[in-house]
C-alpha cells in the first residue's frame, strides 16, 4: 500500500485529469470562455485545500498563539503598504501614497520592522488599492473571469494583483 502523501498526491492528479476530461467536452462560450480551465483548476484547488492547505492551517491555528497570528499579520500588512502606496501614485491619488508610505515608514521603525502597527493609533489609517484596480482606473475592462490554481477565483484584470508582495490572497 502507498504511503498516504502519495495517495493524496494520486488522488490529486486523478481529480485533476478527470475534471479536464469532463469538462474540455464542450464548447466554450462567448459569456464565459475560460469555464473548461476553471472547472479544472477549480477541482486541482479543492483537492489542494482539503489534502494540504486545511491541514496546515488548522495546525498553525492549534499552536500558535492568537498574538503570534497578529504580530506575523502585522508583518505581512507592513509590507503590502508599499504595494498600496506604489498603487495609489500609480492611480492619481499622491495623499493617499503619502500616507502609506508614512505608515509603511512609522511601523518599520517604531513598530520594529512592521511586528507593531502603531501607525494605526497615530490616525494613519490602511488604504486597499491593488494592480487590478489600478488597471480599472486605467481604462482596462475586467475581462473574463478567472480560477488560477492556488489562488482562486479572479477576472483576467485583477489576476496580477493576487501576486503582491504582503497580499495574503491565498
Given amino acids: 500500500m502507498l504511503p498516504s502523501s502519495i495517495r ?15 469538462t474540455s467536452m464542450r464548447a466554450p462560450s462567448e459569456a464565459d470562455p475560460l469555464e473548461g480551465l476553471n472547472r479544472s483548476v477549480d477541482g486541482f484547488n479543492q483537492v489542494v485545500d482539503q489534502v494540504a492547505v486545511k491541514p496546515l492551517a488548522k495546525g498553525y491555528n492549534a499552536i500558535t498563539p492568537p498574538e503570534v497570528q497578529t504580530v506575523i499579520g502585522n508583518f505581512f500588512s507592513n509590507l503590502d503598504d508599499v ?10 491619488k499622491p ?7 508614512a ?8 513598530g520594529i520592522v512592521g511586528l507593531a502597527d502603531p501607525a ?11 494592480f487590478g484596480q489600478t488597471l480599472g482606473v486605467w481604462g ?8 488560477l490554481p492556488f489562488f482562486g477565483p479572479s477576472s483576467l484584470r485583477d489576476a496580477p494583483a493576487r ?4 497580499r495574503a490572497h491565498v
Fill in 83 to 92: 504595494a498600496v502606496a506604489v498603487n495609489n501614485l500609480l492611480q492619481g
Fill in 103 to 110: 505608515r509603511f515608514a512609522i511601523n518599520t521603525t517604531i
Fill in 120 to 130: 494605526t493609533e497615530l490616525g494613519f489609517l490602511k488604504n486597499d488599492e491593488d
Fill in 163 to 166: 501576486f503582491e508582495i504582503g
Fill in 8 to 22: 493524496h498526491i494520486v488522488l490529486a492528479g486523478a481529480v485533476l485529469v478527470y475534471g479536464t476530461a469532463c
Fill in 95 to 101: 495623499k493617499a501614497a503619502g500616507s502609506d508610505l
Fill in 140 to 147: 482596462v475592462g475586467s475581462g473574463p473571469y478567472l480560477v
